[in-house]
């Protein structure tokens, strides 16, 4: 298969990242079919693409128009079969559960001609976990988007052992054709290239707020000022979430023993608890409430 | 005392940290005396000065004018005890060792009024090592500075169990006084703020390249794509010099016997060895031969 040949894509998955990963694939002319056996969830995913596509507006409106065509031409469906006997690129993007993936992808393996190439959005698993599931390893492959796909443009192209080359090749040229920058890893490698990095990062300016080293703005000040990026640390985690952070900390404590990962753990489930989120509730690190007009 | 009654800085070590850091005070209107005991150092460190800033002055001539200014006002002694007996303020950028800065402080000590606040730009220990040794521990903390001093402008500042509060607020203030912005920690922690968080970044991403997961470019590649920070961390690196870069992973592999940071440090060595020193060197994990003219 050429990447020219890739017309018809089915996601699989309605959350956030499913529904913009159709989002981005729509807006660059591809037919996208966004599923999710939940009807809520699709129409959950409708109601949140369109405030997401608001709140890119206010700030760069020709993007959002762009966007808001993308999503007039996405197809939602609950009953996956039509679309999967005509799609070229499958992008499974359900919960991060190996089992679950598992049966996912033997269902579409099932509903799909053999020329269609699997991809799966998985953020903390590695394909070689589910590769035999989707009966057909060699093409079958991670490709891993970052949020918000549209402005962060980064895709994880990573093999499993029995990925053929053709596939990676495939992919990496699908990539770029929608408006990404494909980052080819040689090998599988939990936490991809950039969320390896980024991980690696949260953890340390984690460390030294939860040690009471240095408070959550002196630790955000450091970083912002050498690097002159918009957001430190702090600020970019209160986009992502803390109930998030805390989970992904919390178990990663409990698998490795980690005491510094349990102290870390502890300190975000303060936050959690006093309902601190981060941006979606108002508040986390930083206070948003001002900015919500409250 | 104040803030404002710091007006003559004795800066103790004339490397490059030691020459950035009296730049900065000179450029800031106040009396600098750089001090080495080796008169080849100090020679060196003039050209040095001059060199750095020439590449200055080839981005931005109206910092270069100003940097050359404070140049002209620095004074440079292989003797420190005349512009030890009226300093306000030291600030110590000798080599790595503790009793080696220990032996600089004491005699510091025995050379300046009672009143001089005395600190450390040290990155790697901690001020505790030697905070006995400068017979005035409470007006003793670290004030570490990043590099290039001018436009880093970040200065952690940070105590040692014996450090006052008074000391600290001074310390504080002297930093924003300087055109720096001070970055307050609460207790001594290795590495610091920024540098912490840095030191994470990169031995993960020297950890993907040297396990063949992704190549330095696509490593860059996929940070600079979704920060939109202008390098990567091996572009970083390159800047900070790969056999420093060896140094400090090679001495923390023995120190701590990790796996992981042997491999790392084996697979820089193959750089330093073939002379891949970085910019320099004019090749590093990038090739600059050309922006060298070569």
């Known amino acids: 298969m050429e990447p020219d040949d890739i ?48 709140r890119v507006r206010a700030k760069e409106p020709v993007l959002a128009e762009h966007l808001a065509a993308g999503a007039a031409r996405l197809a939602c469906t609950a009953d996956a079969a ?3 006997a005509d799609s070229d690129l499958v992008s499974e993007s359900v919960p991060e559960d190996p089992e679950l993936k598992g049966r996912v992808f033997a269902e579409l393996d099932r509903l799909c001609p053999g020329r269609t190439l699997f991809t799966t959005n998985t953020s903390s698993l590695v394909p070689s976990m589910f590769a035999a599931a989707t009966g057909r390893p060699d093409r079958f492959a991670a490709l891993h988007f970052h949020q918000p796909v549209w402005s962060a443009t980064v895709v994880d192209v990573m093999p499993h052992p029995g990925t053929s080359e053709a596939t990676m090749e495939v992919l990496v040229r699908f990539a770029q054709r929608i408006g990404q920058t494909p980052i080819r890893l040689a090998k599988e490698s939990p936490g991809y290239v950039f969320n390896a990095m980024y991980n690696a990062l949260n953890r340390e300016a984690i460390t030294l707020a939860a040690n009471g080293v240095a408070s959550v703005e002196e630790v955000d000040k450091a970083w912002t000022t050498v690097t002159k990026m918009p957001l430190g640390p702090f600020g970019m985690l209160d986009v992502v979430g803390l109930d998030t952070v805390f989970y992904i900390t919390d178990y990663w404590a409990k698998v490795t023993g980690d005491p510094q990962l349990t102290t870390n753990a502890a300190w975000l489930k303060a936050f959690v608890d ?15 409430s001002a900015a919500h007009g409250e």
């Open 82 to 84: 039509e679309a999967a």
């Open 7 to 54: 017309r018809r894509v089915l996601v699989v998955g309605a959350g956030t990242m499913g529904q913009q990963i159709a989002l981005q694939c729509a807006i660059h002319g591809l037919d996208v079919t966004l599923h999710d056996v939940d009807e809520r969830a699709l129409a959950a995913a409708r109601s949140a693409l369109d405030a997401t596509i608001a």
């Open 274 to 288: 006093a309902g601190r989120l981060g941006m979606k509730s108002g508040r986390g690190f930083y206070d948003y």
